[in-house]
């Protein structure tokens, strides 16, 4: 085990590509990710398959995780839910895939590259903006001066906005990023001082099943995290798209 606790962010290549002078290798990551598609659509394709009366455990999970994303952007965007479902549904399940991989060892957390996070929050704020100026034209920076604000008010309110939105990606995807990291390498330390601990000897036992009763207790908590992170990317999602659709 390195001690380079960073060392598990590091990109490697598996696949060396090339356009041109640009050097685009196929990375763990990029696997990951393509993992984490193919068990989204299997999970929800052999779990409804059957549509049994009494669901099974894995018609469960899809329909946990359906209804309750479903649920969410109900709440948000009423009668439009259902044109948006999918969106936010995916968003989610990216999110959740990534977060959960780092806690099976030897997978990799692809969320925890900040290109990677960054990546899906502009394409959800970007998506969000398209959509305002799609459905209301110029009437979409009305969003940048709220609804009667005193006109006096006007160069200090829309700069401020402005700013305020243009740095939706941003704290979007260090949200995200800086979670999954900080998590996993605080699991690494623990995890890594227990294996020291037991190369020590039969005098530390005590002191090295403390340290290993920590690491399984932040392993749940790490999933806790994983899950509530990607129901926060669904929630922000779910508010920028209620933006351009009733600029509120």
Not at 67 to 94: H, Q
Not at 129 to 157: E, Q, R
């Amino acid at each position: 085990m390195s001690d380079n606790i960073l060392e598990q962010f590091s990109l490697k290549t598996l696949v060396p590509l090339h356009a041109g002078s640009l050097n685009i290798p196929f990375t763990q990551s990029s696997a990951f990710m393509i993992a984490g598609a193919l068990l989204t659509i299997a999970l929800m394709t052999l779990s409804v398959r059957r549509k049994a009366l009494v669901p099974g455990r894995w018609q469960n999970v899809s329909e946990i995780l359906y209804e309750s994303i479903f649920g969410l952007t109900k709440e948000y965007l009423n009668d439009e839910a259902r044109k948006y479902f999918p969106f936010v549904f995916t968003v989610f399940m990216v999110v959740l895939m990534g977060n959960l991989f780092g806690l099976i060892p030897f997978a990799y957390t692809y969320t925890s590259q900040i290109i990677v996070t960054g990546a899906l929050a502009a394409l959800v704020v970007g998506f969000a903006t398209l959509l305002g100026f799609a459905k209301h034209g110029l009437h979409f920076f009305s969003l940048f001066f709220p609804k009667g604000t005193p006109i006096v008010m006007a160069p200090f309110i829309i700069p401020v906005e402005i700013i305020s939105y243009l740095s939706r990606p941003v704290s979007l995807s260090i949200r995200l990023c800086l979670n999954m990291v900080m998590g996993h390498m605080l699991m690494r330390l623990i995890g890594g001082f227990c294996v020291t601990m037991i190369a020590l000897g039969i005098g530390m036992k005590l002191f090295t099943a403390v340290t290993f009763s920590v690491n399984t207790l932040l392993m749940a908590l790490e999933c806790l995290v994983a899950l509530i992170q990607a129901h926060v990317f669904a929630v922000l999602t779910c508010v920028y798209l209620k933006d351009g659709v009733e600029l509120h």
